[in-house]
């Protein structure tokens, strides 16, 4: 079966850090392009970095560029979000899925983590 499981998350304070992990089971992660959403409260996901393996790209919401970074741990079968210098509205829930990251919406992303909740505050 094919599985996305998040943890990571957590309480942190702003300018703070957190690495999000995405470990997957039943298929090889770069094998597929990943990408991480988050949710905050009352507002809709959004797409906020992809990696393709296939196409050698990683791509960005404008929000995060220079402060969170993607990687994946072929051995572990996992991708990381590395997010550093933490804002407030970083506050979301974080899900990675498995889709396209030429096409870097929620519908074009058809497995889906559970999510793990990421809260930035004082």
């Known amino acids: 079966q094919v599985q996305l499981v998040e943890s990571g998350g957590g309480l942190v304070q702003p300018g703070g850090s957190l690495r999000l992990s995405c470990t997957a089971s039943g298929f090889r992660l770069d094998h597929y392009d990943i990408g991480w959403f988050r949710q905050a409260p009352g507002k809709e996901r959004e797409g906020v970095i992809c990696i393709s393996i296939s196409d050698s790209l990683?791509?960005?919401?404008?929000?995060?560029?220079?402060?969170?970074?993607?990687?994946?741990?072929?051995?572990?079968?996992?991708?990381?979000?590395?997010?550093?210098?933490?804002?407030?509205?970083?506050?979301?829930v974080y899900y990675c899925a498995r889709g396209s990251c030429r096409r870097f919406r929620e519908p074009n992303f058809g497995s889906w983590g559970q999510g793990t909740q990421v809260t930035v505050s004082s």
Do not use: C, I
Request: glycine share 2%; proline share 3%.
């Open 58 to 92: 990683t791509y960005y919401v404008e929000s995060v560029k220079g402060r969170f970074t993607v990687s994946e741990d072929s051995s572990q079968n996992t991708v990381y979000l590395q997010m550093n210098s933490l804002l407030p509205e970083d506050t979301a």
